[in-house]
C-alpha cells in the first residue's frame, strides 16, 4: 500500500522547544517537501530536497531544518528560533526527473500547536 | 513569494451549478497544476496541464491554461455538495521544475 505517512497528526510544543515532525514515503519518490500552511491560507515552501543528502531552503526557511538521509525520510525541526511555529504542516513528494512528472503527493499533515 | 493567486477567494453556488475558478501567475513556467484541499486534509493532485497545452479535461473538471495573459482556469461542471473544498494552483519554475508555489486558494461550497 504505497503513500506518504505524517506523524503525529496532532502536536503540541511549549515555547522555547525544538519538536521534529515526521514525513515518510514508499513511493520510490526522489523529491521531498515541507509547506507551511496558516489558517484560511496558501501553503508556503519551507524546505525541499531533490536528492538523498541534499536539500534546499524555500521561502520560509527561517527557524526550521531537515535532513535528508534516507530517500524515504524527511524530517522536519521546528526550532526556538522560529517565532510563531503554530501551523499546519503538509509534507509531499514527487518523482524527480522533468517537468512531466512533478505532480505532487501529500501526507496527512501534522498540526502543531505552541502553548 | 507565492506564485500563483486564485480569483475569488471564495464562491458559493448551488448543487448542480458550474464553478470556474481563475488562476494567474507571474512567470514563466513549466507545468501548471491544480490540487483540491478538503478541511484538514492534505492537498490531492487533480490535473497538470503543461505550458504547451491549452485546454485539458478529467471527468468534470476542465482546465484552460493561457501563457500569454499567464493566466488558468478551472471548472467543474454539474457541480455535488461533495465537491464543496478549496481549489489551488500550482506552478513550478522554470528553472526547476520542483520548486512549486502555491496560491492561496479558492474556496468552494456546494449547497445542496
Known amino acids: 500500500d504505497g503513500g506518504i505517512t505524517q506523524s503525529p497528526k496532532y502536536l503540541f510544543r511549549k515555547e522555547g522547544q525544538n519538536v521534529t515532525l515526521s514525513c515518510e514515503q514508499n513511493?520510490?519518490?526522489?523529491?521531498m517537501y515541507w509547506y507551511r500552511q496558516d489558517p484560511g491560507q496558501g501553503l508556503r515552501l519551507i524546505y525541499y530536497?531533490?536528492?538523498?543528502?541534499?536539500?534546499q531552503k524555500g521561502d520560509i526557511a527561517e527557524g526550521y531544518s531537515v535532513s535528508r538521509e534516507k530517500k524515504e525520510s524527511f524530517p522536519l525541526t521546528v526550532t526556538s528560533a522560529q517565532k510563531n511555529p503554530t501551523a499546519f504542516y503538509l509534507c509531499?513528494?514527487?518523482?524527480?526527473?522533468?517537468?512531466?512528472?512533478?505532480?505532487?503527493?501529500f501526507g496527512p499533515g501534522t498540526r502543531l500547536t505552541v502553548l | 513569494s507565492q506564485q500563483g493567486e486564485e480569483d475569488p477567494q471564495a464562491l458559493s453556488i448551488q448543487e448542480g451549478e458550474n464553478a470556474t475558478m481563475n488562476c494567474s501567475y507571474k512567470?514563466?513556467?513549466?507545468?501548471l497544476q491544480w490540487y483540491r484541499q478538503n478541511s484538514g486534509r492534505g492537498l490531492v493532485h487533480l490535473i497538470l496541464?503543461?505550458?504547451?497545452?491549452r485546454e485539458k479535461h478529467s471527468g468534470r473538471l476542465r482546465v484552460t491554461l493561457d501563457t500569454s495573459k499567464k493566466s488558468s482556469s478551472l471548472l467543474i461542471t454539474a457541480s455535488r455538495a461533495a465537491d464543496t473544498a478549496s481549489y489551488f494552483c500550482?506552478?513550478?519554475?522554470?528553472?526547476?521544475?520542483?520548486?512549486?508555489?502555491f496560491g492561496a486558494g479558492t474556496r468552494l461550497t456546494v449547497k445542496p
Open positions: 509531499a513528494s514527487s518523482i524527480f526527473g522533468g517537468s512531466l512528472y512533478n505532480e505532487q503527493f
Open positions: 513511493l520510490n519518490h526522489d523529491a
Open positions: 530536497s531533490q536528492i538523498v543528502n541534499d536539500f
Open positions: 512567470t514563466s513556467i513549466n507545468n
Open positions: 496541464i503543461r505550458s504547451n497545452e
Open positions: 500550482a506552478t513550478d519554475a522554470l528553472h526547476n521544475n520542483n520548486d512549486m508555489r
